[in-house]
């Protein structure tokens, strides 16, 4: 099961406490892990990425690893420890600053 | 005794404050929705348990909300965070995309810059069908629903009525306004900041401006372009939908048939920039203006929050100050944020950016704050409730 751990809001507006746990079907990419989030949790849907063009909204990153994987290509496969589960998915809301 | 309900919408959530008919205590519940922005909550004139709420953040978009039950529970209308019986819904609800090319307007440097949705300022639900609303948003468009919020589809028509000109000012640019006529349900008006007012009469299919009047001579190089006037707001009085009162950036104007031409109506007000403008539930030439003093200085004239009412449709105000803070207030009240209630006498409402609501029970005479330390307010509605 792939590990993914939400920003508060969002889980919120999902109604999930802590971490959400999904079947990812192989292979294990960001675009993959978003597509079976969305369908698990449609509300979901337009606030990781655009609705049309689905490209990540501006102040949402995706942590994996102790990397910064916002700028890769979606379709870049994920580290091992995401794929097993024993490192989570963040999709983590950017600091305001200020 | 009959229930007032005000929703007031916030830069960091919704909250409901409930009375009885006296009006005089008040019950706060909220946030809902806390640490987002609520543009804005309107429910059924035909289903008052009915709300839709606007909710939107920065960082995660655009949601749109509905409660069945006057406001205690809510769910996106079209995509909850279970699975339907009948398949996975797909968070439509929250989906606004132009219709076709989403084509261009003038950008701040003079070239053509492409629509993008970025939210919903407005909501206006339907007269006749409680599962029918508009939605005004930003880059300027209106959406409909016609299945309670499900779905959203866009009234491309409006953006053919020159859009290629409209230019967005400092706040954006957004339909703010969706005024629909209660004797004419084909006959809509919506208003964009520095994009005019501009009328239907056909349910949204064509649109053509209402604007032949405005002047703008500070904000536009021809004061009496057909588009680009900064209009703040617009208000009719149900009975009598030809008459429209505008606050517009300055001037505060009044048409008498319905947008076909427009004059004005300031008089005497110590300052006739504002932003929000509304009419007295049973006396149709009685409408309320918020002063402030500049467009360079949103706040009160003299540190003093007052309301001014007009009993004749203008040029002649009074101002109402009782219960009004008349020293050091400098806050301001947006557009969408006043509201009036159909009690007799009739209740006046409005938040500000301070986090004050205020509401009077007299039709204005005397003022008192309902609750004084919300987040800024974004907009305020009332509901009267059997």
Known sequence: MIRVELPYHLRNLARVDGEVQLEVPAPVTVQAILDALEARYPVLCGTIRDHGTLKRRPFIRFFACREDLSLEPIDTALPEAIVNGSEPFLVVGAMAGG | ?386
């Open chain 2, 1 to 386: 005794m009959s229930k007032v309900r005000v929703l007031a919408g916030t830069k960091k959530g919704a909250f409901i404050l409930t009375a009885d008919g006296k009006r005089k205590d008040w019950e706060v519940s909220g946030p809902h929705f806390a640490g987002w922005e609520i543009y804005h909550l309107k429910g059924s004139p035909l289903d008052p348990d009915r709300i839709y709420a606007s909710q939107s953040s920065g960082w995660f978009g655009q949601i749109i909300q509905r409660s069945d039950d006057g406001g205690k529970t809510w769910q996106p209308p079209g995509g909850g965070p279970e699975p339907s019986p009948d398949g996975m819904p797909r968070g439509e609800s929250n989906k606004f995309v132009y219709e076709g090319e989403a084509g261009a307007h003038k950008w701040y440097d003079g070239t053509q810059h492409p629509w993008e949705f970025k939210r919903v300022w407005h909501l206006e639900p339907s007269l006749t069908n409680p599962d029918i609303a508009y939605a005004g948003v930003e880059d300027a468009a209106i959406f409909k629903t016609a299945d309670g919020g499900k779905t959203w589809k866009e009234l491309p028509g409006l953006r053919q009525a020159k859009g290629h000109l409209w230019q967005p000012g400092a706040g954006g640019m957004a339909v703010h306004t969706i005024v629909i006529d209660p004797k004419n349900a084909e006959r809509i008006f919506v208003a964009i900041s520095a994009g005019g007012v501009f009328r239907t009469e056909d349910g949204g299919k064509t649109w053509r401006p209402a604007t032949r009047g405005l002047k703008s001579p500070f904000e536009l190089p021809d004061p009496d372009a057909e588009v680009g006037h900064c209009v703040h707001r617009i208000a009719i009085h149900p009975s009598r939908p030809d008459v429209l009162f505008m606050q517009k950036h300055w001037d505060v104007m009044r048409s008498d048939n319905a947008g076909d031409s427009w004059h004005e109506v300031s008089g005497n007000l110590p300052s006739d920039f504002g932003f929000p403008i509304d009419v007295h539930a049973h006396e149709p030439e009685t409408i309320y203006v918020v002063p402030i003093k500049s467009d360079s200085e949103h706040y009160p004239p003299e540190g003093k929050l007052r309301v001014y009412r007009s009993k004749t449709g203008g040029n002649e105000w009074e101002a109402l100050t009782k219960g009004l803070p008349q020293k050091d207030c400098y806050v301001n009240v947006l557009r969408d944020a006043m509201a009036v209630d159909q009690l007799d006498p009739c209740g006046i409402y409005f938040g500000t950016t301070g986090g004050q609501v205020y509401g009077s029970a007299d039709g204005g005479n005397s003022w008192n704050a309902i609750v004084r330390d919300l987040p800024a307010v974004l907009s305020v509605e009332v509901q009267v409730l059997p």
